[in-house]
C-alpha cells in the first residue's frame, strides 16, 4: 500500500520519525546510566512496541491488565501494571502470573495492600508490589514522608508478598513549558522517590526498584542518582502537548490523522474535512497552554506543517479546518475538495485510541497495516 491507496480517516505513523524518537530516549537513559521501561499505553501495538525493546527497553509498563495479557501473548514477559491495583481485577492478575508472566502491580493504600495480601495468601501466591510515591500533588500515591508508605510496606511483607519497589510518576510536568521548570520537577521527582526508597530501606525492608518517569521529566534530567529505571510513553510519537511543554518541535511528532476535504462554508473560511473527533478525539489539552491548537494542526498530505492553520472544530465525523485570525474566504481554493491534509495530534495517546490499527508510513513511502490492542 501507499497514501494514494488509504481510506480516510486513518492514523499515520512516521516510522522514521518514530525511530529517531526511540533512539533520542534511550540513548539519553543509556547515559543517564538507568534502565528504561516504556509505557506502553501510547502505542498498545506490537510493532511499535518491538522497535522499543530493541533499541535497548527492558520490560514494558501497561495501564491495563488486557494490555498485559496481550504483550505477554506477544512474548513479552516483564511488565508493570502501573495503576493502583483494584481487588477485583486480582483474579487476571493472579491469571498472569500463574501463567508465567513477571507481572508487578501497584499499591498505594493500607485498603490496597491488605486486599493483595488476602487474596495472595488465599491462592498462594507472593505477589510483587510496588508502592506508589506521589511526588507532585498529581494524582496518585504517598507523599515520602507519610508513615502510611511504611505502613503499607510493613502490612505486604509481614502477609508473604514481596516488596519490590518505589514508583513514582511525576504528571504535573505537562503543566510547564521552560527547560528550568522542567529541570527543576525532574529532580522534585528523581529526590523524592529515592528519599521514599531510602526510609523503607531504614526501617529494614527491602527496596530494589526505585521508578519513575514521564516524558518531559526524562528528557530534563541532569542526573538519576538512587533511580534504578525510568518509564516515559508519549516520547515515541509525542503531539501538541509536548510541543508546548518545550519538548520537542511539530517536526518531530510522529502520529497524524490522514483526512480527506469533503466541502466548505466560503463565508466563514472553512473546509470541512472528514475527521471529526471519532478521529482525532475530544482531548483540547493546548486549551489550557501557551497556544492552543483547537483540535489538531494542519499539514499537507507530504506532512509539510501549515502552521496558520488548525482543526478548529470538530464534530462526529466532521472537522472543520480553518486560519488563526482572519478567515481565510480563498480557502476552496487552496483545499478543494479531495484535498488531503494531515492532522498532528494534541494527545497522542488519545487520538491513537480512536483507531483499531496504525497505518506505518516508511521512508520509501510504502504503508503497512499496524493493528492496535484495546480493552481492559
Given at each position: 500500500m501507499n497514501l494514494e491507496s488509504l481510506n480516510t480517516p486513518a492514523a499515520l505513523i512516521d516510522i522514521a520519525r518514530m525511530n529517531?524518537?526511540?533512539?533520542?530516549?534511550?540513548?539519553?537513559?543509556?547515559?543517564?546510566?538507568?534502565?528504561?521501561?516504556?509505557?506502553?499505553?501510547?502505542?498498545?501495538c506490537v510493532q511499535v512496541v518491538q522497535a522499543q525493546i530493541d533499541a535497548g527497553a527492558r520490560g514494558i509498563t501497561v495501564s491495563t491488565l488486557k494490555e498485559a495479557e496481550q504483550f505477554f501473548a506477544c512474548g513479552i514477559r516483564d511488565i508493570v501494571y502501573a495503576v493502583g491495583m483494584a481487588p477485583n481485577k486480582l483474579p487476571q492478575a493472579l491469571a498472569l502470573r500463574r501463567q508465567g508472566c513477571d507481572l508487578k502491580i501497584v499499591a498505594d493504600s493500607v485498603a490496597c495492600a491488605e486486599a493483595i495480601v488476602v487474596f495472595g495468601r488465599a491462592h498462594e501466591e507472593p505477589f510483587e508490589v510496588w508502592i506508589e510515591v506521589d511526588v507532585d500533588g498529581h494524582r496518585s500515591g504517598i507523599e515520602p514522608e507519610d508513615d502510611t508508605l511504611l505502613?503499607?510496606?510493613?502490612?505486604?511483607?509481614?502477609?508473604?508478598?514481596?516488596?519490590?519497589?518505589?514508583?513514582?510518576?511525576?504528571?504535573?510536568?505537562?503543566d510547564y513549558d521552560t527547560h528550568e521548570d522542567l529541570v527543576r520537577i525532574a529532580e522534585q521527582e528523581r529526590s523524592r522517590c529515592v528519599h521514599a526508597?531510602?526510609?523503607?530501606?531504614?526501617?529494614?525492608?527491602?527496596?530494589?526498584?526505585?521508578?519513575?518517569?514521564?516524558?518531559?521529566?526524562?528528557?530534563?534530567?541532569?542526573h538519576l542518582e538512587g533511580v534504578t529505571e525510568v518509564r516515559a510513553g508519549v516520547y515515541v510519537m509525542l503531539d501538541l502537548v509536548m510541543h508546548n511543554v518545550g519538548v520537542n518541535d511539530t517536526s518531530e511528532i510522529a502520529l497524524s490523522v490522514l483526512t480527506t476535504v469533503i466541502g466548505h462554508q466560503k463565508e466563514k473560511g472553512w473546509a470541512i474535512v472528514d475527521a471529526g473527533w471519532m478521529a482525532m478525539s475530544r482531548d483540547r489539552g493546548t486549551q489550557r497552554q501557551k497556544r492552543d491548537f483547537g483540535y489538531g494542526l494542519v499539514c499537507l498530505e507530504n506532512g509539510e506543517v501549515l502552521s496558520e492553520y488548525l482543526m478548529s472544530g470538530a464534530n462526529q465525523e466532521h472537522g472543520i479546518v480553518s486560519r488563526s485570525g482572519a478567515p481565510d474566504h480563498e480557502i476552496e481554493q487552496r483545499f478543494p475538495i479531495g484535498t488531503r491534509l494531515r492532522i498532528l495530534p494534541n494527545h497522542a495517546c488519545a487520538t491513537g485510541a480512536q483507531h483499531p490499527a496504525y497505518q506505518a508510513v516508511s521512508p520509501d513511502g510504502s504503508v503497512a497495516t499496524w493493528p492496535r490492542f484495546y480493552g481492559w
Amino acid at each position: 500500500m501507499n497514501l494514494e491507496s488509504l481510506n480516510t480517516p486513518a492514523a499515520l505513523i512516521d516510522i522514521a520519525r518514530m525511530n529517531r524518537n526511540i533512539e533520542r530516549m534511550q540513548q539519553r537513559m543509556n547515559t543517564l546510566g538507568v534502565g528504561f521501561r516504556p509505557h506502553v499505553k501510547t502505542s498498545k501495538c506490537v510493532q511499535v512496541v518491538q522497535a522499543q525493546i530493541d533499541a535497548g527497553a527492558r520490560g514494558i509498563t501497561v495501564s491495563t491488565l488486557k494490555e498485559a495479557e496481550q504483550f505477554f501473548a506477544c512474548g513479552i514477559r516483564d511488565i508493570v501494571y502501573a495503576v493502583g491495583m483494584a481487588p477485583n481485577k486480582l483474579p487476571q492478575a493472579l491469571a498472569l502470573r500463574r501463567q508465567g508472566c513477571d507481572l508487578k502491580i501497584v499499591a498505594d493504600s493500607v485498603a490496597c495492600a491488605e486486599a493483595i495480601v488476602v487474596f495472595g495468601r488465599a491462592h498462594e501466591e507472593p505477589f510483587e508490589v510496588w508502592i506508589e510515591v506521589d511526588v507532585d500533588g498529581h494524582r496518585s500515591g504517598i507523599e515520602p514522608e507519610d508513615d502510611t508508605l511504611l505502613a503499607v510496606a510493613t502490612t505486604l511483607v509481614d502477609g508473604g508478598m514481596q516488596l519490590g519497589g518505589v514508583l513514582a510518576h511525576a504528571g504535573s510536568s505537562y503543566d510547564y513549558d521552560t527547560h528550568e521548570d522542567l529541570v527543576r520537577i525532574a529532580e522534585q521527582e528523581r529526590s523524592r522517590c529515592v528519599h521514599a526508597a531510602e526510609r523503607l530501606r531504614a526501617a529494614g525492608l527491602r527496596c530494589d526498584v526505585v521508578s519513575i518517569g514521564s516524558t518531559p521529566t526524562a528528557l530534563a534530567a541532569e542526573h538519576l542518582e538512587g533511580v534504578t529505571e525510568v518509564r516515559a510513553g508519549v516520547y515515541v510519537m509525542l503531539d501538541l502537548v509536548m510541543h508546548n511543554v518545550g519538548v520537542n518541535d511539530t517536526s518531530e511528532i510522529a502520529l497524524s490523522v490522514l483526512t480527506t476535504v469533503i466541502g466548505h462554508q466560503k463565508e466563514k473560511g472553512w473546509a470541512i474535512v472528514d475527521a471529526g473527533w471519532m478521529a482525532m478525539s475530544r482531548d483540547r489539552g493546548t486549551q489550557r497552554q501557551k497556544r492552543d491548537f483547537g483540535y489538531g494542526l494542519v499539514c499537507l498530505e507530504n506532512g509539510e506543517v501549515l502552521s496558520e492553520y488548525l482543526m478548529s472544530g470538530a464534530n462526529q465525523e466532521h472537522g472543520i479546518v480553518s486560519r488563526s485570525g482572519a478567515p481565510d474566504h480563498e480557502i476552496e481554493q487552496r483545499f478543494p475538495i479531495g484535498t488531503r491534509l494531515r492532522i498532528l495530534p494534541n494527545h497522542a495517546c488519545a487520538t491513537g485510541a480512536q483507531h483499531p490499527a496504525y497505518q506505518a508510513v516508511s521512508p520509501d513511502g510504502s504503508v503497512a497495516t499496524w493493528p492496535r490492542f484495546y480493552g481492559w
